[in-house]
């Protein structure tokens, strides 16, 4: 079950901390509000997440994603009181970490509660602030987030241990079966071929498909963080697709600078396969797998259109 919030017309970052603040100093103690039918209160910053957190939790959990809407950008999101007040309350608390949602950390920190359990992403993979924060995208850390996620509802709830470890091989061995399939797939195929993309969001994802990976790290780095890529990554780029180096173009379609647009362009006049990524769940209100699974049937149709050509 997921509840989702709103997000409201955006304010000065400074008059929404204090709002949160004034909110977190008057809701009483944190971490104890339990969901409907004694289900675990569980909130995750971003849906993708969430999405994930429901499928290891099963019957047992509740779950509100504060980041629903495609459009928005996790990077600079501006929290409002009722996101402060649903992070204090939560019993389970998700957040990305590696610099990505800082302002969801920062409202935990601000309402310190020993009985809220909460999961960083990064500190679940040994990953800092610099690090590519999108590990939603890299199969390998989707299953160690899948296992802290038992433990941390093991912790919180551990009359119901078994359940959680059986929902979670549930989880991987139906809900993620085509996930897993087509990932092994399309590795078995296309292994080794070149790709590039235009943001390093398909960069943990790449290598779990045997792709080669060539666009330069600056350029894609600079599309995703909304700074300008250097005269010579753009140069790069742009040889890679002139010379048809490259099978495959993957360019995320909530992100189309005119950088990308150009490239996108460029691709599409060599006769260079081109297919989508989303940084967040689309459409709003998908599941992880569906959304995944969608992404990645893209990806093996395209490489096919390439391999025909």
């Known amino acids: 079950m997921r509840t989702t919030l709103k997000i409201p017309a955006a304010l000065t970052a400074l008059l929404l901390l204090a709002a949160a603040l004034f909110a977190l100093a008057g809701c009483g103690a944190g971490g104890t509000a339990t969901g409907a039918d004694g289900k675990l209160n569980v909130v995750a910053a971003e849906d993708f997440w969430g999405s994930i957190a429901e499928g290891v939790g099963g019957d047992r959990v509740i779950v509100t994603d504060i980041i629903t809407n495609p459009a928005a950008d996790p990077h600079d999101y501006e929290p409002t009181a009722n ?22 950390s920062k409202l935990l920190a601000a309402n310190p509660d020993g009985s809220r359990t909460e999961v960083d992403v990064g500190d679940v993979l040994g990953l800092k602030s610099g690090d590519n924060p999108h590990q939603w995208y890299s199969p390998t850390a989707v299953e ?61 994802l790449a290598p779990a498909l045997g792709l080669n990976l060539v666009t330069p790290r600056g350029f894609m780095d600079g599309i995703a963080e909304g700074t300008e890529p250097s005269p010579s990554d753009k140069a790069s780029a742009d040889h890679q697709i002139a010379g048809r180096s490259i099978g495959l173009w993957v360019y995320n379609s909530q992100n189309a600078t005119p950088d990308v647009q150009r490239l996108n362009e460029a691709a599409e006049a060599a006769g260079i396969p081109i297919t989508t990524v989303t940084e967040t769940l689309t459409p709003a209100g998908a599941s992880f797998q569906a959304w995944m699974v969608r992404e990645l049937e893209g990806i093996d149709r395209a490489l096919r259109a390439g391999g025909d050509g």
Do not use: C, M
Not at 189 to 200: H, I, K, L, N, Y
């Open 83 to 104: 996101d402060a007040r649903a992070l204090a309350s939560a019993q389970v608390s998700i957040v990305n970490g590696i610099g990505y949602d800082e302002w969801a």
């Open 144 to 204: 160690k987030v899948i296992a802290a996620l038992v433990e941390a509802y093991e912790e919180v709830d551990p009359g119901h241990a078994s359940y959680y470890e059986a929902q979670a091989a549930k989880f991987e061995t139906q809900g993620l079966a085509r996930y897993h399939q087509l990932i092994a797939k399309i590795r078995g195929e296309f292994e080794g071929t070149r790709v590039g993309a235009s943001e390093s969001i398909f960069e943990p």
